[in-house]
């Protein structure tokens, strides 16, 4: 299989041809380098992944002939649904890029109380098509054919009040709490983790969140940033009850 993967919009099919434009195409033309004949790999988000050659190219278009179609399971067992307090800039996609190489079934953006960054509507769509680029090209790199799900910013008061009767657990990292990872066993294989942003969250969200479910969990004895503090649960979550789990 080519170590080359590209994900495209849009449906794939054994015996057609596709299509990659722009960034991609000059990535492909003028950073790789390939030519006609060199063999790539697409995927389109939805699990499977199709070997192809490429027929012709220039810097803004190449067209590549697909030649068979895959299907190779890399998602998770555990269902993880991460709720993150929206951080600033690169902080952000941080945690976009990771938790998609980690597994992470879901993510929403929560805007909190303390959030530093505050997003319009306009700036939301073009933060959110920015971060399922970065999802995107996370699982070009990581070998991951389903993209996972990336949501619209939300408050998380209304994301609470909209997900009372959400499966599985629910977990949010509160200093001093007495709960432990180790104790916690995800209910039907799903386990959502509330994350808060730089500021943290109030002690009324706190309070809301347990109200809705949430277990509080105490995480080592120091105070981790937020995009630390995610990567860190997911991982650990992982080891725990998913995918990263001794066999």
């Not at 650990?236 to 001794?246: F, I």
Request: aromatic fraction near 4%.
């Amino acid at each position: 299989m080519s170590e080359t993967r590209l994900y495209i919009e849009g449906p794939i099919a054994v015996g057609s041809e596709a299509e990659i434009r722009d960034e991609q195409a000059r990535y492909v033309s003028r950073v790789l380098r390939l030519k006609p004949g060199d063999c790539v790999t697409l995927f389109d988000g939805a699990g499977a992944e199709y070997p192809a050659s490429i027929v012709s190219l220039s810097k803004t278009r190449v067209l590549v002939a697909v030649t068979d179609e895959l299907h190779r399971d890399t998602e998770s067992l555990l269902r993880i649904h991460l709720l993150q307090g929206v951080s600033r800039g690169e902080r952000m996609d941080f945690v976009v890029q990771k938790a998609t190489e980690l597994g992470v079934h879901r993510i929403t953006p929560v805007l909190t109380e303390y959030s530093v960054v505050k997003l319009d509507e306009k700036r939301a769509e073009k933060r959110i098509r920015h971060w399922r680029g970065v999802a995107a090209s996370a699982c070009e790199q990581c070998g991951r054919n389903v993209l996972p799900v990336l949501d619209p910013p939300i408050a998380l008061r209304n994301w609470l009040g909209e997900n009372l009767d959400t499966a599985g657990t629910r977990i949010i990292l509160k200093p001093g709490a007495d709960g432990s990872l180790k104790s916690i066993r995800p209910d039907g294989g799903q386990l959502t983790a509330l994350i808060g942003p730089e500021g943290g969250l109030s002690d009324e969200e706190y309070e809301l969140a347990e109200a809705t479910g949430f277990q509080s969990i105490g995480f080592g004895p120091r105070i981790l940033r937020t995009e630390t503090a995610a990567l860190a649960v997911v991982a650990a979550v992982q080891a725990l009850s998913g995918d990263l789990a001794p066999g």
